[in-house]
């Protein structure tokens, strides 16, 4: 390694925790090597990073930028696919980018589907104390993440069921109504219909089941027939009081990701010349002057302080909206994979 890799080094892993990722995307695309470095302290990559800033738009660009493929690069490097390296990354936590994309508060669907999306081999990784994406998604009460990752990991894959319990026997279920995720732990009763037995009666490295946790508050139990082959679902419907439901939600339910908007550069440009337009025509032509003279004269200069200053807000804040959607659109990002 030369002292100028070193430099760049420093400066894409500076500038990434600074958040100019303006400075990092641009090393990014000029050096691919990049792209896999780690902080010497977490072990986190530019991707981690990213989606440790929950900042979707950036996790998305920095996806369909390492999916870009040209006619001058070859796809897969000396040290194996690129995408892969990059992707399935580690941290000194266990976690690749899409352990933390589950585990984001805000972007997790549109993050785990972009990420996930891009390399499908990640969804089934699990290091960190064997907690998988889709459990962590449980265990954070992301609802959505947690149903598209669940509808992404192969029906006959032999390891499904380590996908909901992790090395200290902590199940899916133990989570969700651990965490008070409800909504979550519905679907997964629905979902896990075949292990449900097997699911409410694991305990963990302290001996409880999911039912222990959920029979911590007595009312739970009321006007409940025991019997009853649905009973975690009614003690769930009971003690949390939510709306029934008869099934699991289905993958075409779930919400298209927010970066959609971004996919259409000229709907997007649309929008940002109607909204600068109708703005500046407002300032240039006098507008507002315009109606202050048709007003009284006792209301003209109350127009004239309230609405003008107003005008000039709407005005800043439209550009400000618009400032992701140009730093998106610089370069024509090309999307990797339609999922």
């Not at 089941?209 to 139990?221: D, G, Q, R, V």
Request: neutral net charge; glycine residues 6%.
């Amino acid at each position: 390694m030369t002292s100028n890799d070193s430099v760049d080094e420093e400066n894409i892993l500076k500038a990434a925790k600074d958040g100019k990722w303006r400075k990092v995307f641009k090393m990014y695309e000029e050096k691919k090597d990049l792209r896999t470095i780690k902080t010497p302290s977490t072990g986190d990559t530019v991707l981690h990073m990213a989606v440790s800033s929950a900042d979707w738009y950036i996790v998305a660009w920095i996806v369909d930028l390492v999916c870009l493929k040209r006619s001058n690069e070859q796809e897969v490097d000396e040290n194996g696919d690129e995408k892969k390296q990059v992707f399935g990354a580690v941290n000194k936590k266990g976690n690749t980018p899409l352990h933390l994309a589950a585990s984001a508060s805000n972007g997790s669907f549109e993050m785990c589907k972009k990420v996930g999306g891009a390399d499908r081999s990640i969804i089934t990784t699990g290091y960190n104390d064997g907690e998988t994406p889709l459990f962590l998604a449980a265990l954070h009460g992301n609802k959505e993440a947690f149903l598209w990752l669940h509808y992404k990991i192969p029906q006959d894959s032999s390891s499904r069921h380590a996908h909901y319990k992790r090395d200290d026997n902590d199940t899916i279920l133990h989570c969700a109504i651990a965490g008070g995720h409800i909504d979550v732990g519905i679907e997964i009763v629905h979902l896990y219909g075949q292990h449900l037995k097997e699911m409410t009666m694991t305990r963990n490295k302290n001996g409880l089941s999911p039912l222990h946790i959920l029979a911590a508050t007595p009312s739970a139990f009321e006007s409940i027939d025991l019997p009853s082959r649905f009973f975690v679902v009614r003690l769930l419907y009971r003690f949390f009081r939510v709306k029934e439901k008869q099934q699991a939600s289905a993958e075409g339910e779930l919400k298209q990701p927010e970066w959609k908007l971004f996919e259409d550069p000229v709907s997007i440009l649309e929008i940002m010349n109607l909204v600068l337009i109708f703005s500046w025509a407002c300032l240039k032509h006098h507008l507002i002057e315009k109606l202050a003279r048709r007003l009284p004269s006792c209301f003209a200069p109350i127009w004239r302080l309230i609405v003008f200053p107003l005008a000039v807000l709407v005005w800043i804040l439209g550009a400000l909206q618009i400032i992701p959607t140009i730093f998106l659109l610089v370069g024509t990002p090309i999307q990797c994979a339609h999922i």
